[in-house]
Antibody
Framework: EVQLVESGGGLVQPGGSLRLSCAAS????????IDWVRQAPGKGLEWVGR??????????EYAASVKGRFTISRDDSENSMYLQMNSLKTDDTAVYYC??????????????WGQGTLVTVSS | DIQMTQSPSSLSASVGDRVTITCRAS??????LNWYQQKPGKAPKVLIY???SLQGGVPSRFSGSGSGTDFTLTISSLQPEDFGSYYC?????????FGQGTKVEIK
């Protein structure tokens, strides 16, 4: 059974840092791109960033809103990926999901999501 | 970045109604358009990928159409369990973007 489990959320002050983890099981983690998506309270979904797989040299992409502040990394030996968040702002308050990307008929989409972890940025 | 615009932002319909949600991209995205359903407090779930392909296990009352910049999600006969929010998402560019969402309520 495919599972993605996020952890590491919590309360942090503006300007602070937090590291989220996404633990994967039930599939060959190293084969897949994995993304982070967030959702502010009562708002819509916002794509945060991506870690591609080893075949694509673990390259990353970021949304403009987090570029330069957030860093995505992964450890295939641990079936885990990470989101290091620095210089946090109140606007970063959200539930953060990790999600697996699958490719079917040359189209990429999210087929499995974690349950999410809440990050609250507040003084 | 490619902007995705959904309409309407919310709707209320009766069981059995035909419901249509539209999504427009700010530039052509070919058929790289996916639709997700999200229930309150839960992670999203993919319904349609590649604009018109039904994900396994999704009821056939859901369908998608469109290409280029204009796309549609249709629920042919709304069921009570279809309440929630629906999001389109483009996977054409390296930076993915979602529409702002459509909240569907059952009358």
């Amino acid at each position: 059974e495919v599972q993605l489990v996020e952890s590491g959320g919590g309360l942090v002050q503006p300007g602070g840092s937090l590291r989220l983890s996404c633990a994967a099981s039930g599939f060959t983690f190293s084969d897949h791109y994995i993304d982070w998506v967030r959702q502010a309270p009562g708002k819509g979904l916002e794509w945060v960033g991506r870690s591609r797989n080893k075949a694509k040299s673990y390259t990353t992409e970021y949304a403009a809103s987090v570029k330069g502040r957030f860093t995505i990394s992964r450890d295939d030996s641990e079936n885990s990926m990470y989101l290091q968040m620095n210089s946090l702002k109140t606007d970063d308050t959200a539930v953060y999901y990790c999600a697996r990307i699958i490719v079917v008929s040359a189209c990429h989409f999210f087929d499995f999501w974690g349950q999410g972890t809440l990050v609250t940025v507040s003084s | 970045d490619i902007q995705m615009t959904q309409s309407p932002s919310s709707l209320s319909a009766s069981v059995g109604d035909r419901v249509t949600i539209t999504c427009r991209a700010s530039q052509s995205i070919s058929s790289h358009l996916n639709w997700y359903q999200q229930k309150p407090g839960k992670a999203p779930k993919v319904l349609i990928y590649a604009a018109s392909s039904l994900q396994g296990g999704v009821p056939s009352r859901f369908s998608g159409s469109g290409s280029g910049t204009d796309f549609t999600l249709t629920i042919s006969s709304l069921q009570p369990e279809d309440f929630g929010s629906y999001y389109c998402q483009q996977s054409y560019s390296a930076v993915w973007t979602f529409g702002q969402g459509t909240k569907v309520e059952i009358k």
